[in-house]
């Protein structure tokens, strides 16, 4: 238990290490919650890092992982924005162009 507690005190001062350096993140917290989920070795969720590994240097490298990831889609996060909302103005004046072609049509037949 004693060894647990050290290593999750471990992952926090990576992930203090890891705010400071890249000068982002200050919202995270660190959980590390081992074999809590087969399928993933960390993720993201709202602002905490869960990280499942059980082997201390797996673990760090999953929370470095996860880190860069959360900071990454930070950054591109307003392009997404833009890119759906594009997206969205197209589709409605192509449904308004759709609508228009279709009901000169019906005027035809």
Request: proline fraction near 2%; charged fraction near 35%; glycine fraction near 4%.
């Given at each position: 238990?004693?060894?647990?507690?050290?290593?999750?005190?471990?992952?926090?001062?990576?992930?203090?290490?890891?705010?400071?350096?890249?000068k982002?993140?200050?919202?995270?917290k660190v959980?590390?919650?081992?074999?809590?989920?087969?399928?993933?070795?960390?993720?993201?969720?709202g602002?905490?890092?869960?990280?499942?590994?059980?082997?201390?240097?797996?673990?760090?490298?999953?929370?470095?992982?996860?880190?860069?990831d959360?900071?990454?889609?930070?950054?591109?996060?307003?392009?997404?924005?833009?890119?759906?909302?594009?997206?969205m103005?197209?589709?409605?004046?192509?449904?308004?162009?759709?609508?228009?072609?279709?009901?000169?049509?019906?005027?035809?037949?």
């Amino acid at each position: 238990m004693t060894s647990m507690i050290n290593f999750q005190k471990r992952l926090e001062n990576e992930l203090k290490r890891l705010k400071k350096r890249l000068k982002l993140g200050y919202e995270l917290k660190v959980v590390w919650s081992p074999n809590n989920n087969g399928n993933l070795s960390g993720e993201v969720k709202g602002d905490v890092i869960y990280v499942y590994e059980e082997g201390e240097k797996e673990a760090l490298k999953t929370l470095r992982h996860e880190f860069l990831d959360y900071a990454i889609s930070k950054l591109i996060e307003p392009y997404k924005n833009v890119t759906n909302k594009l997206i969205m103005l197209m589709n409605e004046e192509s449904y308004k162009r759709k609508e228009k072609f279709i009901e000169a049509l019906v005027e035809l037949i």
